[in-house]
Nanobody
Framework: QTQLVESEGGLVQPGGSLRLSCAAS????????MYWYRQVPGEQREGVAS???????NYADSVKGRFAISRDNARNTVYLQMNSLKLEDTAVYYC?????????WGKGTLVTVSS
C-alpha cells in the first residue's frame, strides 16, 4: 500500500513563500499522477496542482503563476513551491497519488498565512 507523508507546513506572512514536500513509499515513476489538494474547514477539498508521470502539470486558477509542482523521481518526492502567499491560501494541504486506479492520501499539513 502506498504511503504519502507531507512535510510540516507552518505560519507564513502574506507575500511569503513555503515549499511543501510529499515523500512516497513507492516508486513514483509508476504512479499515474500526483496531486496537491487543500481544504479549509467547512469547505470542500479543492485541487491545487497536479503532475503526471510524463511531467505535465496543471494548476487551479487561484494559484497559477504563484505555485509550482515538481517531482524528484530519484527521491520519490513531489514538491509544491508556494510563492506570493495570500491569506486565502490558508488551508490543510494534502498530497495524493493515483496508483493502479486507486487514490492514496497523505494526512495533510496545515499552512497558515497570517500577519
Amino acid at each position: 500500500q502506498t504511503q504519502l507523508v507531507e512535510s510540516e507546513g507552518g505560519l507564513v506572512q502574506p507575500g511569503g513563500s513555503l515549499r511543501l514536500s510529499c515523500a512516497a513509499s513507492g516508486n513514483i515513476n509508476t504512479f499515474s499522477a500526483m496531486y496537491w489538494y487543500r481544504q479549509v474547514p467547512g469547505e470542500q477539498r479543492e485541487g491545487v496542482a497536479s503532475i503526471t508521470s510524463g511531467g505535465s502539470t496543471n494548476y487551479a486558477d487561484s494559484v497559477k503563476g504563484r505555485f509550482a509542482i515538481s517531482r524528484d523521481n530519484a527521491r520519490n518526492t513531489v514538491y509544491l513551491q508556494m510563492n506570493s502567499l495570500k491569506l486565502e491560501d490558508t488551508a490543510v494541504y494534502y498530497c495524493s497519488a493515483a496508483v493502479d486506479g486507486r487514490h492514496y492520501w497523505g494526512k495533510g499539513t496545515l499552512v497558515t498565512v497570517s500577519s
